[in-house]
C-alpha cells in the first residue's frame, strides 16, 4: 500500500506544480514558440514519470485531470475571452474556445497523454505483464500515432517564419529590394514587423490594421503586391496581435494613449532605418483612429494620412450597425437572427464576442461583388496561413485578436474624431468602399465634412466594402501612388 501511495504520489505533486506553474506564467497558454516547445516538453516528461511509476490505467485520466485543474485555478484571476469560464455559445464562441483551450489542450493533454503510454510501455517492458494478444496491437497502434502526433507537432512548431524575396519575371530576387520581418523594442516591449518593397530606397508606407487586435501580415502578404511596387511597405503587428502576442502583458498599460505613443515609436524606427524625414500611413478600421490621433500628435512626420473603413465614434456606430443589422433582418424574414439580435440587445456589452455576433451577420456587408484580384484568403482565419507566422503564432492568431480588443475596444467610448480631432496638419485621403455599412459610412462623411487639414480627398472604390486594401489591391495601389504624387 505504501508503495502504490508512493508511486502516485509524486505525479501527482508534480502535476499540481506544473499545471499551478503553467498557469501563473502562462495563464493565456504557450503564446511563442520557445513557450510552446516548453509546454509540450515538461508535459511529455510529466507522462512519461507518470508511466513509469504509475501501473493502473487510472494515471491516463487522473495525472491529467490534475494537471488540468491545476492549472485552471492558477489562471483564475486572470480575465480573457479565451480563458473566462463558460461554455461557448454561437459560432465566435466555439472559435475562440479552440483557439484557446483547444490549443492549451494540443500543447499539454496531447504530449501528457503520450508521455504516459510511453512511461506504461517502458515499464512492462521492464516488468513485463502480457495484456493479451488481441489487446497488444490496438495499445501499440494508439500509441505509435500518438507519438507520430507529437512529432507532427514539434517538427511544426521548430519551422521558422519567413518571408520570400521580392522576385522580378525571371524569378530571382530583384537587386536592391528588401523582404524582411524584423523584432523591434516598442513601449519596452518586443513588436514585429514585415517590411517589403522592390526599392529600399522607395517612400515608406506604414500599415496600422484594424480591430483592435487584428494582424494584418498575412492578408497584405496577399494583397500588397502592387503597393510594394511603389511603396516600401511595412506591416506592423501592433502590440497584442499576431506575431507581437507575447506583448499583450501587462494589460493594464495596453492602452490608446500607448498604442498612439508606440506609433510614434515605430515611425521614428521607419525614418531612422530608411533616412527618411517622413511616412505615409495608411490606417484601416480601428488603424484609422490610431492614424488619427497620431497625426494630431506629430504631424510633421507624415507625408499623408490615408484613412480606409474609417471610423469616428465606434460605440455610435456600433448602435447604428446593430440597428441597420435588425432591420435587414426583419425585413428579409431572418427570424432566428432577430431573435438572437433581440437577445442580445442593442450595444455596448459586456463580453467581447457579442459585438461580432450582433455586427457582423448582415450579408448586404460581405455579399458585394469584389475586385478581380481579391484573394479570399485574405479574410481572417484564413489569412493565417502563410509563412509568415510560425505555427504557433497561426494557432494563436485569432486569439490574440479576441484577447487585445477585449482590452483595448471598451477604451473606444471615450473616442470621438468630431470632438477630438476637427484640424489636422497633414493631407488627408479617406479610401472607402461603395458598400461600407451605412453605421460606419454615415459618421465618416460627417467628420469628413467637419475637418479642416491642408488637403483633403473623399475617393470611393466601387468594388470594396470595409477593407478596400484587401477588396480591390490594385485600385487601392494605384490611388496610393497618385497620392504619394501629389504629397511627395
Not at 506604414?206 to 511595412?234: D, N, T, W
Not at 458585394?368 to 503564432?393: C, Q, T
Not at 487601392?476 to 497618385?482: G, P, T, W, Y
Request: proline letters at 7%.
Amino acid at each position: 500500500m505504501r508503495s502504490a501511495a508512493a508511486s502516485w504520489a509524486v505525479p501527482l505533486v508534480a502535476a499540481v506544480i506544473l499545471g499551478a506553474a503553467g498557469g501563473l506564467i502562462l495563464p493565456r497558454g504557450a503564446v511563442t514558440t520557445p513557450q510552446a516547445l516548453l509546454t509540450v516538453v515538461w508535459c511529455l516528461l510529466l507522462g512519461l514519470a507518470t508511466g513509469l511509476l504509475i501501473r493502473s490505467r487510472w494515471s491516463l485520466l487522473v495525472v491529467p485531470a490534475v494537471f488540468v485543474a491545476a492549472n485552471e485555478l492558477a489562471r483564475l484571476p486572470v480575465a480573457g475571452p479565451t480563458i473566462d469560464a463558460g461554455w461557448p455559445e454561437g459560432l465566435y464562441g466555439l472559435l475562440v474556445l479552440v483557439v484557446g483551450r483547444g490549443v492549451d489542450a494540443l500543447l499539454t493533454l496531447l504530449p501528457l497523454l503520450v508521455g504516459v503510454g510511453l512511461g506504461r510501455e517502458l515499464a512492462r517492458r521492464r516488468d513485463p505483464r502480457p495484456p493479451g494478444r488481441a489487446v497488444r496491437p490496438v495499445r501499440h497502434g494508439i500509441l505509435i500515432v500518438g507519438c507520430l502526433a507529437v512529432l507532427a507537432l514539434v517538427a511544426g512548431l521548430l519551422r521558422p517564419a519567413g518571408t520570400d524575396p521580392i522576385v522580378g519575371a525571371d524569378g530571382e530576387p530583384v537587386a536592391g529590394s528588401v523582404a524582411e520581418l524584423v523584432t523591434v523594442r516598442v513601449g519596452g516591449l518586443d513588436q514585429h514587423l514585415m517590411i517589403r518593397g522592390h526599392d529600399a530606397t522607395a517612400p515608406v508606407l506604414l500599415f496600422l490594421e484594424g480591430g483592435p487586435g487584428g494582424s494584418a501580415l498575412g492578408r497584405m502578404r496577399r494583397s500588397a503586391g502592387p503597393l510594394e511596387e511603389q511603396f516600401v511597405v511595412v506591416t506592423w503587428d501592433q502590440r497584442g496581435t499576431g506575431k507581437s502576442y507575447a506583448a499583450l502583458e501587462p494589460t493594464a498599460t495596453l492602452t490608446v494613449e500607448r498604442a498612439t505613443a508606440d506609433t510614434l515609436e515605430v515611425i521614428d524606427h521607419l525614418r531612422d532605418r530608411f533616412d527618411q524625414d517622413r511616412v505615409y500611413v495608411v490606417g484601416s478600421s480601428w488603424g484609422s483612429i490610431l492614424g488619427v490621433l497620431t497625426a494630431r500628435q506629430r504631424p510633421e512626420v507624415f507625408h499623408a494620412l490615408i484613412g480606409t473603413g474609417q471610423m469616428v465614434d465606434p460605440f455610435e456606430t456600433d448602435e447604428l450597425m446593430y440597428a441597420e443589422n435588425l432591420a435587414q433582418a426583419q425585413r428579409t424574414g431572418d427570424t432566428s437572427r432577430v431573435e438572437r439580435l433581440r437577445q442580445l440587445g442593442s450595444p455596448p456589452y459586456d463580453d467581447p464576442l457579442d459585438y461580432l455576433e450582433a455586427l457582423a451577420g448582415n450579408p448586404e456587408w460581405m455579399g458585394f461583388p469584389h475586385g478581380a484580384d481579391y484573394d479570399p484568403a485574405s479574410e481572417y482565419p484564413m489569412a493565417f496561413f502563410v509563412r509568415e507566422y510560425s505555427l504557433i503564432e497561426q494557432l494563436r492568431g485569432m486569439a490574440a485578436l479576441a484577447e487585445t480588443f477585449a482590452v483595448l475596444y471598451p477604451q473606444l467610448a471615450e473616442v470621438d474624431l468630431r470632438r477630438d480631432a476637427v484640424e489636422l496638419d497633414v493631407p488627408v485621403y479617406l479610401l472607402q468602399g461603395e458598400h461600407e455599412a451605412d453605421g460606419r459610412e454615415v459618421l465618416a462623411r460627417e467628420w469628413f465634412g467637419m475637418l479642416d487639414a491642408p488637403e483633403k480627398e473623399w475617393v470611393t472604390l466601387e468594388r470594396s466594402g470595409h477593407t478596400p486594401p484587401y477588396d480591390e489591391p490594385g485600385r487601392f495601389a494605384e490611388i496610393l501612388a497618385e497620392v504619394a504624387l501629389q504629397n511627395p
